[in-house]
């Protein structure tokens, strides 16, 4: 499965740090930082190769919009609309986009284990989300999303593996940090895979590989012709 990407020259880091200063709090661009120091500019690009130049993509769990005002930048003939739970995220997410100049992206509240399929989208992604979703939610989730998702469109799950463990854990303890009454359910890549491929997508995978301590796994799941 390939997909086409965006020029190479394209993807610097110049979008990245428009994101993080669109932003007023020091606490939010502190977490912005973060955010883009452990899903890397080669992170970035590896996973916008993937993403159609035009068309609507949905960003589940946009979270504060970082990676949806990164993209775009990156894709300025693409349509962005990011929903998440947090009232106050969308709001600054909103604000942010306003301080950017960006049209071709928006943001709503809404909850992903309550989401259902109320448009056609060219792609959709989610990025450390599924291990923050009760179990019981992720099945009818995906089932969705694949049913939003138009002829060939793509969903990019980027998740964390169970293995190997010392990684896992470092990543328990920081989403911990993060989120001390959460949900942090990790699923194993081969469980994760196989769900997808049951509620209807081709999947590949692989995984993304890191200096710093964290198993990175990227599901590539395209819906059929």
């Not at 990407?5 to 394209?10: R, V």
């Not at 880091?13 to 502190?30: C, F, G, K, N, Q």
């Not at 739970?85 to 986009?97: D, F, G, H, I, Q």
Request: charged content about 30%; hydrophobic content about 40%.
């Amino acid at each position: 499965m390939t997909g086409k990407a965006p020029a190479t020259e394209s993807m610097r880091s110049e979008p990245i740090l428009r994101v993080i200063h669109a932003y007023e709090d020091w606490i939010i661009r502190t977490y912005c930082w973060v955010r883009f120091w452990i899903l890397r500019q080669r992170f970035l690009d590896e996973i916008g190769q993937y993403l159609p130049e035009r068309g609507t993509i949905l960003d589940l769990g946009s979270g504060f919009g970082l990676f949806s005002l990164y993209y775009a930048q990156i894709l300025p003939d693409a349509r962005f609309r990011g929903v998440d739970l947090s009232r106050r995220r969308v709001e600054m997410a909103k604000r942010a986009a306003v301080r950017l100049g960006l049209a071709n992206v928006t943001y709503e509240v809404g909850d992903a284990t309550a989401w259902r399929a109320d448009d056609e989208y060219a792609a959709a992604y989610m990025l450390d989300i599924v291990h923050h979703i009760d179990e019981e939610f992720v099945r009818p989730l995906l089932e969705q999303l694949q049913k939003a998702l138009r002829p060939g469109g793509r969903l990019i799950v980027k998740e964390v593996d169970t293995r190997p463990r010392y990684k896992r854990w470092f990543t328990y303890l920081l989403d911990r940090l993060m989120s001390s009454r959460g949900v942090i359910r990790y699923w194993s890549a081969d469980e994760l895979q196989r769900l997808l491929e049951e509620v209807g997508f081709q999947v590949h995978r692989h995984l993304m590989v890191d200096y710093l301590p964290y198993p990175h796994v990227l599901y590539i799941c395209q819906r059929e012709e």
